[in-house]
Structures are given as structure tokens and as C-alpha cells.
């Protein structure tokens, strides 16, 4: 999953975002132009993915609006 991509995710979960208004710039000879996620040391010790990324993101963004508005009610 690109960056882009992943934020276009979390934006839709709070519908003012489309896909317009978020672009990847063009990187520069400096940047990583990918990286991977090697989970294998983590599943050595017995970690388990135990949600996809989109419910996982779900969750985050539920679990984030409402301690935002529990902070607005202190």
C-alpha cells in the first residue's frame, strides 16, 4: 500500500477528503523509493495479524473521534 493510498484510506473515514486533493509528489534522489514490512521476527515470537488493515484503520479512527470528543467535553 502506498502512502498516498493509505491516506486517501483514513481520509474517506472522515469524508472530506477525495482522491483529488491528495497527490504523491514526485520524490527526489534522496528518498526511499520503497520499503516493506518483514513481519517474520514478529511471527517468530508468536504475533498474529488479527485484523485487515482496513478494519484496523476503522477502529483507529473510531477510537480517535471519540477521545477527541471526549477532550472537547473536558
Given at each position: 500500500v502506498s502512502i498516498v493510498a493509505l491516506i486517501q484510506r483514513i481520509a474517506s473515514y472522515f469524508g472530506q477528503v477525495t482522491s483529488e486533493t491528495i497527490q504523491a509528489k514526485p520524490t527526489t534522489t534522496l528518498e526511499i523509493d520503497r520499503q516493506y514490512?518483514?513481519?517474520?521476527?514478529?511471527?517468530?515470537?508468536?504475533?498474529?495479524?488479527?485484523?485487515?488493515?482496513?478494519?484496523?484503520?476503522?477502529?483507529?479512527?473510531?477510537?480517535w473521534k471519540r477521545r477527541t470528543h471526549m477532550e472537547d467535553e473536558a
Open positions: 514490512m518483514d513481519a517474520s521476527k514478529l511471527e517468530a515470537l508468536g504475533w498474529r495479524q488479527n485484523v485487515s488493515l482496513d478494519e484496523g484503520l476503522q477502529q483507529t479512527v473510531e477510537w
